[in-house]
């Protein structure tokens, strides 16, 4: 039974930081492509990174681009996002997902070919 498992969320002030973990169970993290997707309020779930495998490449959406960092410990089965100068608009729910690393070697940050979710981890940003 494959799952995944996020902490690490919080409440932050703005410029503050995270660091997010996703711990997998039930699949060979070697081969999946892991995604990072997040809701705010009123707002569809967006994409926001994605690592294809651990061969792969790795993506961020403009919207987080040079104030996250992605890594795995395949060795844990746990991937990690550190989030960094925190702002207000990076308020919300975040998933980590995995699935097919196709569409994120092909620099996709949708939801398309992710078949497994995490419950989620709240992040919220304020002074």
């Known amino acids: 039974q494959v799952q995944l498992v996020e902490s690490g969320g919080g409440l932050v002030q703005p410029g503050g930081s995270l660091r997010l973990a996703c711990a997998t169970s039930?699949?060979?993290?070697?081969?999946?492509?892991i995604g990072w997707f997040r809701q705010a309020p009123g707002k569809e779930r967006e994409g926001i990174s994605c690592s294809s495998n651990k061969a792969g490449s790795t993506h961020f959406a403009d919207s987080v681009k040079g104030r996250v960092a992605f890594s795995r410990d395949n060795a844990k089965n746990t991937v990690y996002l550190e989030l960094n100068n925190l702002k207000s608009e990076d308020t919300a729910v975040y998933y980590c997902a995995a699935g097919n690393p196709l569409p994120c070697l092909m620099g996709q940050l949708t939801e398309t070919g992710y078949d497994y979710w995490g419950q989620g981890t709240q992040v919220t940003v304020s002074s």
């Open positions: 039930g699949l060979q993290l070697d081969y999946y492509a």
